[in-house]
């Protein structure tokens, strides 16, 4: 294998749950028990109906978040970016697309002026917005041309990881193989590392090497990607895939969303354990 990027170990989140009236309640585990290696130059898929603790799995990892118990580690090289589903509400509508490129790499301070323009304009160019372009604001761009501006931003900084929080779930099916593609060159090109969080199996299907599937904040299954769609061994992951495997996507949606409201008859037990069943392939027993 190679080095771990980052190490997550035994994580918990819990949020209060408040009535109405703000009074706490209770709580509610979004990460309930995750267990999960990252390598330097892999993606990692991370699939779940809504609610199952990606995200916060996702903003854990980056620590932006701290967790209830358990850890991350992560590698004191790997610098970390993110990527979210809206790039409306990440791109500042005032700034233009160089300006919001610009900005995380001014934080950061490490360049000079005129580095960090020319570091800019490279990361803008490796996702093909070039030219009069760099200075036109959000509103004058597509919602893929949106996506590749945040793309931009978060690569300029050349970090080592990044989480892609359901990076072109918003975008329309032939803008969304295009931003895949693009990612993809940019790994190679770049050597990053990917968390890909997206609640669509096709698309983590092809670009991930590993999956993880979650469930009320735990992961019930992971494996190598072709293994899990090939030979899936969770009863749940079973049910996501046999919901996804109708030849009509917009039938597969309906589907999905069957399942993913569907009282929870198989919910993770508690007392259920990740597993290695073969090499590389956990599932939890
Ligand atoms: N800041 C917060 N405060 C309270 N509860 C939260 C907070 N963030 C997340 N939660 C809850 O934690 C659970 C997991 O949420 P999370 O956003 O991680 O799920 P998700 O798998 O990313 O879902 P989606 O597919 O809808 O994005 C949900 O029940 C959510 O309501
Ligand atoms: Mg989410």
Same mark, same amino acid.
């Given at each position: 294998?190679?080095?771990?990027?980052?190490?997550?170990?035994?994580?918990?989140?819990?949020?209060?749950?408040?009535?109405?009236?703000?009074?706490?309640?209770?709580?509610?585990?979004?990460?309930?028990?995750?267990?999960?290696?990252?390598?330097?130059g892999e993606?990692?898929g991370?699939?779940?109906?809504?609610?199952?603790?990606?995200?916060?799995?996702?903003?854990?990892i980056l620590?932006?978040?701290?967790?209830?118990?358990?850890s991350?580690?992560?590698d004191?090289?790997?610098?970390m970016?993110?990527?979210?589903?809206?790039?409306f509400?990440?791109?500042?509508?005032h700034?233009?697309?160089?300006?919001?490129?610009?900005?995380?790499?001014?934080?950061?301070?490490?360049?000079?002026?005129?580095?960090?323009r020319?570091?800019?304009?490279?990361?803008?160019?490796?996702?093909?917005?070039?030219?009069?372009?760099v200075?036109?604001?959000?509103?004058?761009?597509?919602?893929g041309?949106?996506q #590749?501006?945040?793309i931009? =931003?978060?690569?300029?900084? !050349?970090?080592?990881? %990044? &989480?892609?929080?359901? +990076?072109? *779930?918003? $975008?329309?099916?032939?803008?969304?193989?295009?931003?895949?593609?693009?990612?993809?060159d940019?790994?190679?090109?770049f050597?990053?590392?990917?968390?890909?969080?997206?609640?669509?199996?096709?698309?983590? #299907?092809?670009?991930?090497? =590993?999956?993880?599937?979650? !469930?009320?904040?735990? %992961? &019930?299954?992971?494996? +190598?990607? *072709?293994? $899990?769609?090939?030979?899936?061994?969770?009863?749940?992951?079973?049910?996501?895939?046999?919901?996804?495997?109708?030849?009509?996507?917009?039938?597969?949606?309906?589907?999905?969303?069957?399942?993913?409201? #569907?009282?929870?008859?198989?919910?993770?037990?508690?007392?259920?354990?990740?597993?290695?069943v073969e090499?590389?392939?956990?599932?939890? $027993?």
């Open positions: 294998m190679t080095d771990a990027l980052v190490t997550v170990q035994d994580l918990r989140k819990t949020y209060p749950v408040r009535s109405a009236w703000g009074r706490v309640t209770g709580t509610l585990a979004a990460v309930d028990g995750v267990d999960l290696t990252v390598h330097a993606t990692v991370v699939v779940g109906e809504s609610g199952s603790g990606k995200s916060t799995l996702g903003r854990l620590q932006v978040e701290n967790p209830t118990a358990g991350v580690v992560v004191p090289d790997a610098r970016q993110v990527i979210h589903q809206d790039p509400s990440s791109l500042n509508p700034r233009t697309a160089l300006q919001s490129v610009l900005e995380p790499l001014e934080v950061a301070g490490a360049l000079s002026k005129a580095d960090a020319d570091a800019a304009r490279e990361a803008l160019a490796a996702v093909g917005i070039e030219g009069d372009a200075d036109k604001r959000p509103r004058a761009f597509s919602g041309q949106r #590749r501006i945040a931009a =931003r978060a690569i300029a900084p !050349r970090p080592r990881l %990044i &989480v892609c929080d359901e +990076p072109v *779930s918003a $975008l329309d099916m032939q803008v969304q193989a295009q931003v895949t593609d693009l990612l993809q940019l790994q190679q090109r050597g990053l590392t990917y968390v890909f969080i997206s609640h669509d199996l096709a698309v983590v #299907r092809e670009i991930a090497d =590993r999956t993880a599937v979650m !469930r009320r904040g735990r %992961i &019930v299954e992971l494996a +190598p990607t *072709s293994t $899990l769609f090939a030979a899936p061994r969770h009863p749940y992951t079973r049910r996501l895939l046999e919901a996804v495997l109708v030849p009509d996507p917009a039938r597969a949606r309906e589907r999905l969303a069957h399942v993913a409201s #569907r009282p929870a008859a198989d919910a993770p037990d508690a007392a259920e354990v990740l597993t290695e090499p590389g392939h956990f599932v939890a $027993l």
